[in-house]
């Protein structure tokens, strides 16, 4: 956890945002996977997310989705993901955050699913389904492998819900800018310094603004107001538009660096 602290303690130090990139794990393949983390990170993703696919997803748009049928038919599993996890962190120091339904990690057993992304070098998971109410179970399998959790606030959050999200937070709190699922928009939602400011009202941990953030241009608007921002989707298109999977990780370079000029915040 202590390299997603130092992510956006650097990115504060050069004054811009924290740029999280989500890949989904296992599209079109895990080995393809680590060579995207690894030009995502080299293109200059400050976090990269990636995600476990599942067959019944709850927040996930039509182009996660697809990659996610995509990456169960290639056969990924849960334990394929975190060893794909473990040949990257080899590689680079690019803090990783999971994301996930809560019925994988059941599946998998909630210890030894914290226990194993521990040792593998994940640094959070984020459990997009998991109430934070009911998640005190989990909460603490995460703090006894030092593992980092994340909680999601969305708009429609009432505001005595809040805190429960922020106070089960350990690495940041993920603003979901829009209800609905995640997927390319052409705007930006009006309000999002509003629902930051309703979020730092319970915490002082970093706040990064997802769902919908797809250009550079976003993503430096969405910086003004936060302390980092998710391109989720956008990737997810790109990497299923290459035709040569030999040339998906060098779009995907290309496509962050372009990105993390929008999170300079100028």
Known sequence: MKRIASAFETAAAQGRGVLVIYVCGGDPSLDVTEEIVIAAAEGGADIVEVGIPYSDPIADGPVI??????ALRAGTTVGGVLETVARIRKRSEVPVVIMTCYNPVLQFGEERFA?????AGVDAVLVSDL???????????????????VFLVAPTTLPERIPQATRRTTAFVYAVSRPGTTGERDELPPDLAHLVDRIRQHTDKPVVI??????????????????????????VRLIDEQTDPGAIAPAVRQFVEELAEGAKRR
Request: charged share 20%; proline share 5%.
């Open 115 to 119: 226990s194993q992304a521990a040792q």
């Open 131 to 149: 109430p934070p109410e009911e998640s005190d179970g989990w909460v603490e399998h995460c703090k006894r492998h030092d593992l980092g959790t």
């Open 210 to 235: 997802g769902f919908g953030i797809s250009n550079p241009a976003q993503v430096r608007a969405v910086c003004r107001v936060a302390d980092g921002v998710v391109v989720g989707s956008a990737v």
């Open 65 to 70: 989705q697809a990659a996610s049928q995509r």
